[in-house]
């Protein structure tokens, strides 16, 4: 999928600008949805919903790292990735096990299978990326 | 109102998605045909907003008004976004963007439905 002819990648060209754009989507889905959430009934389920809020800041900043690309912008995005993939797995596992620590749905709950599994899918995609731009030389 | 409108959205969205997809397929970047489709797909989705704001005015009230609020705002952003990002992008990878908002955009519809069956949920 990931098969271009352009010798050089650029972080934030091509595949990348989709990864862009999904990570774009999944902070406007997590922003609302946490943001609605800890304004409506915060008290319900309050970690639930910071892990909602925490979820929405990382796809905001990875995708600010993405688009900006370059050595910082890489650098931000490769955190990113990762502490979005330890979350979705962590949140995951937990939400399974300990059902009491989230009476209510996070957007990575059961590894985000309540959005089509993109959750888990995306920071792999996103570190399978920026290994595959690791040449970039903007 | 009944979800016709709504409904023609959905599929509208969904065949534009398809399109974009065998043109993501075949190595082409977004053509005049994707970008008049989300132009398209935009008014429809302006005009879905414009008649849940009369029926508003109108005195209903949908169960969840921050969520309903929220995906509607959302909802007409999207195409706009698509356009945007298909612009700066006129590679194949432009296409693929288009194939990929057009896939949300109906999850977005059924989703504003639900929080209100003024639109047809």
Known sequence: MVE??????????GPG????????LFAIAATSRAGLQIATRFDEAPVAYLLS?????????????????????????????????VGVIGVGILSLTDKALFPDETVWSQFG????????????????????????PA | ?????????????????????????????????????????????????????????????PGEPGAFFGYLVTLV??????????RMEPTRWGSAIVCAICLVTPVVVVRLQQTWEVLGG
Do not use: K
């Open chain 1, 4 to 13: 271009t002819d352009a010798p050089h990648r650029a972080t934030n060209r």
């Open chain 1, 17 to 24: 600008r989709l990864l862009i754009a999904v990570y774009l």
């Open chain 1, 53 to 85: 809020a925490l979820a929405a800041v990382i796809y905001i900043v990875a995708a600010a790292g993405l688009a900006r690309a370059g050595h910082g912008g890489r650098r931000v995005a490769l955190v990113c990735c990762s502490v979005e993939f």
């Open chain 1, 113 to 136: 299978s309540g959005y089509g599994y993109i959750p888990l899918v995306l920071p792999a995609l996103g570190l399978f990326w920026l290994w595959r731009t690791r040449n970039d």
């Open chain 2, 1 to 61: 109102m009944d979800g016709t409108l709504a409904t023609a959205t959905i599929v509208l969205s969904l065949v534009l998605a398809a399109w974009a997809l065998v043109a993501a397929a075949r190595n082409r970047p977004p053509d005049r045909i994707q970008l008049l489709g989300l132009a398209v797909l935009e008014v429809g989705l302006l005009v879905v907003a414009a008649l849940a704001l009369v029926a508003l005015g109108g005195g209903d009230r």
């Open chain 2, 77 to 86: 952003c999207l195409p706009p976004l698509a356009a945007v990002l298909a």
